[in-house]
């Protein structure tokens, strides 16, 4: 935790981690958390959510969910994607993603370089923060195992494109599906890739 988050915990506030995962998928919402963690009851091996195994990544979600003071996955659309750009929309999604803590924060730690607008508490962006601050790497944590789990149940809808093994990222076997068997309602239209599918089947 930085020196300036440490202040405003010290000083009595709860100090929130803020994360988003989602951003380079041709397909899906992008996914957004944020965490107050419990002191009382740390967690081991909280950090950036890419560098965990599917397996631990999970074991830690359950943690989290069971020993944080108060934590909130939240969303912005394909539809919000498409007609706002990738950063805005991650930036609604933590938005909504603290509005939506059962408890007003006293400080926001928000991975990245962007902090969005409308925030209830002072924050500061962190670059990399996921593997630098416990709360953030919580918030990441979560943040990608439901985005994952809602690509799994994708796949199981569309199971021609493949998304349980490359989560709707633009992978070959993904762009080669794309080409096959068309845009479905989950893919972002203003992404390169599905533009030029749509652009093609006119």
Request: aromatic share 4%; glycine share 8%.
């Amino acid at each position: 935790m930085t020196q300036q988050g440490l202040a405003f915990q010290k000083a009595g506030d709860l100090v929130a981690g803020v994360d988003e995962v989602g951003r380079g998928p041709l397909a899906g919402d992008v996914v957004a958390a944020a965490v107050i963690l419990d002191p009382r009851q740390p967690i081991e091996g909280l950090t950036d959510s890419k560098a965990l195994s599917a397996k631990r990544r999970e074991q830690l979600s359950d943690l989290i969910k069971a020993r944080a003071l108060s934590w909130c996955v939240a969303r912005a659309s394909v539809a919000e994607i498409d007609e706002l750009n990738i950063l805005q929309a991650s930036l609604l999604a933590m938005r909504r993603a603290v509005a939506g803590l059962s408890v007003v924060p006293g400080f926001c730690q928000v991975d990245g370089n962007k902090l969005p607008e409308g925030l209830p508490c002072p924050a500061e962006a962190i670059v990399k923060g996921d593997g630098l601050i416990a709360a953030i790497g919580a918030a990441s944590i979560l943040a990608k195992v439901q985005r994952d789990a809602e690509m799994v149940a994708l796949d199981q809808r569309y199971p021609q494109y493949g998304f349980a093994r490359h989560k709707g990222y633009p992978t070959p076997v993904h762009l080669a599906a794309l080409q096959v068997h068309g845009v479905i309602a989950e893919h972002r239209r203003s992404y390169a890739p599905v533009k030029a599918i749509l652009a093609e089947a006119r």
